[in-house]
């Protein structure tokens, strides 16, 4: 079975931290993305990587930034964080750059 | 601007009704459409997907309708169970370039017993 993992899953910080969120795959897969999730928006990409050290931007990369140094870790880093990036975020990893997608638990993240 | 629409927001039937949920699209690169699956708590879970070389796919009591002209498709549940209560995405990807998978915003499906 895929597992994706995510460092926590709740997290409170405060307006102006940089904040870190770690994904971590076990089936080496390729392609790896970080969602926002909220209520009546569905899910938002923010950013995908396609190998290591690669990363595009997805449809709201403002504000957010991601490494990927090694095949099986993405990380998803908030420079300074504000209240409207408070919210769930989903990472997912992929086989194929058109396969499904299999998701982690979510990390709730609420910014004071 | 919403890539793929989704209704209805949130839906309630009781134990064996066939909810069905609707999605559509405008674009016309989009080739392939997956439905997930979220129980509260957990993240997204792929459920069933279709290519638009078919009209139908089944999988157990799950299918997909799918209507190349009308740029829809849709879910169907037979015989919905209390476990079925869950939050279901449609989405949809183009067939060339990244793979950007476009989202739906959801629908909470609750089945009463």
């Known amino acids: 079975d895929v597992k994706v993992t995510q460092s926590s899953r709740y997290l409170v910080k405060r307006t102006g931290e940089k904040v870190f969120l770690e994904c971590v795959q076990d089936?080496?897969?390729?392609?790896m993305f970080w969602y926002r999730q909220d209520p009546g928006l569905g899910l938002r990409l923010i950013y995908f990587?396609?190998?290591?050290?690669?990363?595009e931007k997805g449809d709201i990369p403002e504000g957010y930034s991601v490494s990927r140094e090694k095949k099986e870790r993405f990380s998803l880093i908030l420079e300074s964080a504000s209240t409207n990036q408070t919210s769930m975020y989903l990472c997912?990893?992929?086989?194929?750059?058109?396969?499904?997608?299999?998701f982690g638990p979510g990390t709730r993240l609420t910014v004071l | 601007q919403q890539q793929v629409k989704q209704s209805p927001q949130s839906l309630i039937v009781q134990k064996g009704g066939i909810p069905i949920i609707n999605c559509a699209y405008e674009?016309?690169?989009?080739?392939?459409f997956p439905w997930y699956q979220q129980f509260p708590g957990k993240g997204p879970a792929l459920l069933i997907a279709?290519?638009?070389?078919?009209s139908e796919k089944k999988e157990g009591r799950f299918t997909i309708s799918f209507n190349k002209s009308a740029k829809q498709f849709s879910l169907h549940i037979m015989d919905s169970q209390p476990g079925d209560s869950a939050t279901y995405f449609c989405?949809?990807?183009?067939?060339?370039?990244?793979?950007?998978?476009?989202f739906g915003t959801g629908t909470r499906l609750t089945v009463i017993p």
């Open positions: 089936m080496d897969h390729e392609n």
């Open positions: 674009n016309t690169a989009f080739d392939y």
């Open positions: 997912a990893s992929s086989l194929s750059l058109r396969g499904p997608q299999f």
């Open positions: 990587s396609y190998d290591v050290k690669m990363k």
């Open positions: 989405a949809a990807s183009p067939q060339t370039g990244a793979n950007n998978l476009f």
């Open positions: 279709i290519r638009p070389d078919v």
